[in-house]
């Protein structure tokens, strides 16, 4: 547990450093800690030494630590894809959802978000790499989505979030993120009032920093390499 305090000060430090030769403000950029495939204990050790934001890929896996962890105050996102036969358990547990892509499932989330509950906080997925395999709403299709989705009740529509092609490209990658970057500036131009660009992980968060992002999705730095393949 003494390795996840040492790397997340680390993070935080390398966080600090782009944020700062960016010219942005300290604290612009928000770290959240993806623990999918990792378990309960693991979030806990990071929660003692600061860390309250956390992302899971899998409904089920984190349902259930979110269960094990109900003595923390903790905020958790959906980041993963999500179909429509698990919205119900993402919409009563989580606090976040990153990868809205179709309206159906903002409208289904929205439908079975409790009323004692705040609104969910939303973000739409956007398809920056234009990869058949991935997840996310083509770029020219962004602005109708959010506007539908910005109506439904129980949400809270607050960003874009991408995840772009793996690359050793930096300029590509560069130009990813600034993608998403205008996709936003362009919807608050509408009046939308967005404020969350969720781009960023472990092997290229400091390019996304440079390029605007506003919520860093960060894992394997954090809490080490998985036994199972991912990409955060």
């Known amino acids: 547990m003494t390795t996840i305090s040492a790397n997340l000060q680390a993070v935080k430090n390398r966080i600090r450093v782009v944020t700062q030769s960016s010219g942005r403000s ?19 050790a990071a929660f003692s030494v600061g860390q309250r934001a956390f992302g899971e890929n899998y409904v089920q896996e984190g349902v259930a630590k979110i269960t094990a962890l109900d ?17 119900r358990e993402v919409a009563e547990h989580f606090d976040w959802v990153h990868s809205i892509d179709r309206l159906k499932i903002a409208e289904r989330l929205s439908a079975q978000r409790p009323a004692g509950l705040p609104s969910l906080q939303i973000c739409i997925q956007v398809n920056i790499s234009g990869e058949a395999s991935k997840s996310g709403v083509a770029p020219a299709e962004t ?3 959010a506007r539908a989705v910005k109506t439904l009740p129980r949400l809270r529509l607050r960003g874009l ?19 998403l970057r205008e996709l936003l500036a362009q919807l ?5 009032q967005l404020d969350v660009l969720s781009m960023g992980m472990s092997d290229d968060f400091e390019i996304a920093i440079a390029e605007g992002a506003t919520m860093l999705r960060i894992g394997t730095a954090i809490f080490g390499q998985r036994t199972n393949k991912g990409s955060l």
């Open 143 to 145: 602005a109708v989505l």
């Open 26 to 44: 300290d604290g612009a950029v928000r770290l959240l800690a993806v623990s999918k495939s990792w378990p309960a204990a693991s979030v806990r």
């Open 188 to 192: 608050n131009a509408e009046g939308m």
């Open 71 to 87: 003595d923390l105050d903790l905020e958790w996102h959906f980041i993963g894809p999500l179909q429509s036969n698990k919205t």
């Open 161 to 179: 979030m991408a995840i772009p092609e793996v690359s050793d490209d930096d300029d590509q990658l560069r130009r990813r993120f600034a993608m």
